[in-house]
């Protein structure tokens, strides 16, 4: 059963994706941690497995780099700005079906400004974030894993697991609450 979805850009985030993909295999098993790259086997039906691994999640873990906002599709519009964008489609489905969505900062970027965002998407800006820096990936997913662990029912088997306490997570972890929304389709994958 998968319990944590990463979700990123490849052209923006993808070797800090396979960093926090690792730790969490690491500490959870791979078999609870759905990435794309190593989740998915060739042939796969792309969205169809998307929307499943997603249902399935209780966590969202959206990897954001510094070009997240800013990557171009083939017509020089900003990817965020198409509604069928599919990262931008996994965070709507996120926030609708209820599952705690983690933005992940990377590369020094910053969480995105309310009105940067879409509106199905806006509620990012208001989710509690953590910093990973390269230099300190490992360190620095430790709060990570630990509010993962939580979230999933680990508690405090995951704090001594990861060495982690609570001023190591307070350095870190920073931003704002959840928000939730309603529900939608698999059809809207395709549409």
Partial sequence: MIDIFINYRKDDSAASAELIDKS???????????????????????????EIALRQSRVMLSVIGPQWLSLADSSGRPRIENPKDILRLELKRAFNW???????????????????L???IKALNTQQYVEIRHRYVENDTKPLIEAVARRLGGG??????????????????????????????????NS
């Fill in 24 to 50: 969490m295999c690491d500490r959870f098993g791979a078999d609870r941690v759905f990435r794309d790259c190593r989740s998915m086997e060739p042939g796969a039906m792309f969205t169809k497995e998307l």
């Fill in 156 to 189: 405090k088997q995951a704090n001594e697991a990861t060495g982690g306490s609570d001023a190591t997570r307070q350095i870190r972890v920073k931003g704002n609450r959840n928000i939730i929304g309603d529900h939608t389709t698999y059809n809207e994958w």
């Fill in 118 to 120: 879409p509106d199905d």
């Fill in 98 to 116: 209820h599952i705690t969505v983690i933005p992940v900062l990377v590369g020094g970027a910053k969480l995105p400004r309310m009105d940067e």
